[in-house]
T-cell receptor, first 115, second 114 residues
Framework: DQQVKQNSPSLSVQEGRISILNCDYTNSMFDYFLWYKKYPAEGPTFLIS?????DKNEDGRFTVFLNKSAKHLSLHIVPSQPGDSAVYFC??????????????FGQGTILTVHP | DGGITQSPKYLFRKEGQNVTLSCEQNLNHDAMYWYRQDPGQGLRLIYYSQIVNDFQKGDIAEGYSVSREKKESFPLTVTSAQKNPTAFYLCASSIFGGPHNEQFFGPGTRLTVL
């Protein structure tokens, strides 16, 4: 059962334009969401997070939007740069029970930014 | 420089052999995690430890074992019971095992079983 889904395996964007990466989740208990960026043969690096009490969080070129009613979050990158080309994973967690602190990851979206 | 070290980067083993993957962190983090990544899939949790001398199974613990004798170290053993051991293995840590903590990842070990 895939509780966190990234339905777009890949996304191609022109340099300078906006990149929008999407993520859907099914478990309504999730209350914290994170985005990670990963280059090939390296570990993921944390990008940005959002708590369920917010609907938007911004950090420089990166903004994450959360729509709890739709169980959907998105990552906006503006403007996109060639160095942003990587795999992006969304992840979710919640407090309580045996899942305390555990992150559930989506399948990832490969972002390619063309010069 | 604080961080997470995984060694080796590439590991080859014959089928039927146990192999241990190393993970060390000097971030003074309480919690540590092991994930597995397969092509086209997200990261799946194998084991995690919120404190020294304690650990819990993740979603895909069968065929794996761990120990947490020191705060800095969380080695993962891939046993011969693991049916499909070839994968990219990632170790992570967080300040404590709470739900709202970002996890910091090591560079990973690619294990190939021949």
């Amino acid at each position: 059962d895939q509780q966190v889904k990234q339905n777009s395996p890949s996304l191609s964007v022109q340099e300078g334009r906006i990149s929008i990466l999407n993520c859907d989740y099914t478990n309504s208990m999730f209350d914290y969401f994170l985005w990670y960026k990963k280059y090939p043969a390296e570990g993921p690096t944390f990008l940005i997070s959002i708590s369920s009490i917010k609907d938007k969080n911004e950090d420089g070129r990166f903004t994450v939007f959360l729509n709890k009613s739709a169980k959907h979050l998105s990552l906006h990158i503006v403007p996109s740069q060639p160095g942003d080309s990587a795999v992006y994973f969304c992840a979710a967690s919640y407090a309580g029970g045996t899942s305390y602190g555990k992150l559930t990851f989506g399948q990832g979206t490969i972002l390619t930014v063309h010069p | 420089d604080g961080g997470i070290t995984q060694s080796p980067k590439y590991l080859f083993r014959k089928e039927g052999q146990n192999v241990t993957l190393s993970c060390e962190q000097n971030l003074n983090h309480d919690a540590m995690y092991w994930y597995r990544q397969d092509p086209g899939q997200g990261l799946r949790l194998i084991y995690y430890s919120q404190i020294v001398n304690d650990f819990q199974k993740g979603d895909i613990a069968e065929g794996y074992s761990v120990s947490r004798e020191k705060k800095e170290s969380f080695p993962l053993t891939v046993t011969s019971a693991q049916k499909n051991p070839t994968a990219f293995y990632l170790c992570a840590s967080s300040i404590f095992g709470g739900p709202h903590n970002e996890q910091f990842f090591g560079p990973g070990t690619r294990l190939t079983v021949l």
